[in-house]
């Protein structure tokens, strides 16, 4: 078993006000998941966090009981078991991000949907999966509005997160590495992937040597140390002063 380090933070929600983390983390034996429920603006459904609790139960239930599954089945039929379970349809439900790292004895498999990526360490060097297709339509002005941000979500040309239609975990994108090449690997939902991508506090090779040395924790105190620089989401603007934040260091070297 590698060294597993897991660290959360609940941000607030769009209004400022504290609420529970819409976050989630699934551990299993042989895997490491991350799930980020997608903020839900829409009176009629639940939330993104109630949503990612849900799909969190099903994919460990189906790790657990196969641990040698493929990730997008797994993920596909998760998907269909919550929404079967809660009557969910396209278009019309909550939404999360997916990040999953699982490892056998011969390979690290990684799978992401949404803006939630795995990055692994090796003797290749750094290998990030990210799934940068929403941010290409915020750059592009594709989605200035939520009836935008509604009709491109799981569309062809669109972005695509785990929601009502298990078709989806189609489009994730996957990587393998062999076990013996891989040193450590990381996975992290964008309220801490902006510490990198967004504010430049660090590269990712800093991050995992933060996070070997003082813990996982100490990564997401820095995002928030920065971001209480810009209380008014001025330098970096966001729609949130303090989103969501999990990270999950997969340590290989130490066991």
Not at 39 to 55: H, K, Q, V
Not at 148 to 158: I, Y
Not at 195 to 213: I, K, P, Q, S
Request: proline share 5%.
């Amino acid at each position: 078993m590698p060294r597993i380090d897991i660290a959360e933070r609940a941000g607030v929600g769009v209004n400022g006000a504290p609420r529970p983390t819409e976050d989630h983390v699934v551990t299993t034996g042989n895997a490491v998941v991350l799930l980020d429920g997608a903020t839900e603006f829409r009176d009629d459904l639940p939330s993104g966090g109630w949503y990612a609790t849900r799909l969190a139960e099903r994919l460990d239930a189906r790790l657990r009981a196969r641990p040698d599954a493929d990730l997008a089945g797994a993920l596909a039929a998760a998907i269909t078991d919550v929404a079967t379970a809660h009557g969910l349809r396209p278009g019309h439900s909550p939404s999360s991000t997916v990040a999953m790292l699982r490892w056998t004895g011969e390979a690290v498999d990684a799978l992401v949907l949404g803006d939630s990526p795995v990055i692994a360490f090796g003797q290749s060097g750094t290998d990030i999966v990210a799934d940068d297709r929403a941010l290409a339509l915020r750059r592009s002005g594709a989605l200035r509005t939520r009836e935008a941000v509604n009709r491109r979500r799981n569309s062809e040309g669109g972005f695509w997160v785990a929601e009502a239609d298990p078709a989806a975990a189609r489009h994730a994108l996957v990587r393998r590495w062999p076990l013996d090449s891989v040193d450590a690997v990381l996975l992290a939902t964008d309220g801490a992937a902006v510490g990198v991508d967004t504010y430049g506090l660090f590269d990712w090779a800093e991050v995992l040597d933060l996070a070997r040395r003082k813990g996982a924790a100490t990564v997401l105190d820095a995002v928030r140390e920065a971001e209480h620089t810009d209380p008014h989401a001025t330098r970096w603007p966001r729609s949130k002063r303090h989103d969501d934040q999990a990270l999950a260091l997969i340590d290989f070297r130490e066991k």
